[in-house]
């Protein structure tokens, strides 16, 4: 069972939420983490995803690739040789 640590100020209906929110824009386990690790970012990323943009947030944090393909293989690629 994987677990994910939050932030002591994440309340747990807002964890429920967030979990859902990270399901339907695709976000990775770390970067849940990192968003779950602050409830400013929790709060944020919520918000923008029930405006239909929380990939988009999550790009802007650098924790999802970007949608073009060739883009997404230069942020691959940096992940794994930097």
């Known amino acids: 069972m994987l677990s994910i ?3 002591n ?3 747990a209906a807002m964890v429920q939420l967030l979990e859902h929110h990270a399901r ?3 976000l990775s386990l770390a970067a ?3 968003i779950g690790a602050s409830l400013d970012h929790v709060e944020a990323f919520i918000t923008e995803a029930e405006e239909g943009r ?3 947030f999550a790009r802007g944090l650098g924790l ?3 949608a073009d393909t060739i883009g997404r293989a230069r942020w691959q690629a940096a992940k794994l040789f930097s």
């Open 54 to 56: 929380g990939a988009e």
């Open 32 to 34: 849940l983490e990192i």
């Open 9 to 11: 100020d994440v309340p």
């Open 5 to 7: 640590r939050y932030g």
């Open 24 to 26: 339907h824009a695709g």
């Open 64 to 66: 999802m690739p970007p």
